[in-house]
């Protein structure tokens, strides 16, 4: 019984990420500069609340949220520094430690992208209806839930 409910799981998972795939590219970054600008933006954040006057965000800081390596951290940094959606500043005592900004670019951008996301999600939602919209919410938190006792046994 349990075998066919991971097949079915397995079979409706990869349709949903090839079906994602066939999708024409509509926001202006990938999936993955989305989270570390949206990760930096959270980090900002948290120092504005608590008045910290920080000059940045450091790499650890989002090594530690991202849960990325430091290579691929370091890589995603590269193509968002290119791009001009972030600046890095050596800190003068120890030129080791680099923190890290969002530009105005990057704010703007980041912006944009979540406006794009939430009209998605919005439409998504609406077909779905709110009691199938709530459900799936609420199994999404669940398995969630279980895969974070799983993994951390």
């Known amino acids: ?33 989305f ?32 849960k990325a390596s430091r290579p691929a951290t370091s890589k995603m940094l590269n193509s968002l520094e290119d791009k001009n959606y972030i600046q890095r500043t050596v800190f003068k005592k120890d030129k080791r430690v680099v923190y890290i900004r969002m530009t ?12 794009q996301f939430g009209q998605f999600a919005e439409n998504i939602f609406l077909k779905l209806g709110e009691k199938d919209a709530t459900e799936l919410i609420r199994i999404f938190n669940k398995l969630y839930q279980i895969l974070s006792e799983e993994y951390t046994k």
Not at 7 to 30: D, N, Y
């Open 104 to 115: 105005e670019e990057g704010s703007r951008v980041l912006e944009e992208t979540k406006a």
């Open 35 to 66: 989270m570390m600008l949206t990760h930096i933006e959270m980090i900002m954040e948290k120092q504005k609340k608590e008045k910290d006057m920080a000059l940045g965000v450091s790499v650890t800081q989002i090594n530690k949220l991202s």
């Open 1 to 33: 019984m349990t075998e066919d409910y991971g097949k079915q799981v397995f079979e409706i998972m990869g349709k949903i990420h090839r079906i994602t795939h066939l999708a024409k590219p509509v926001l202006k970054i990938s999936k993955g500069e």
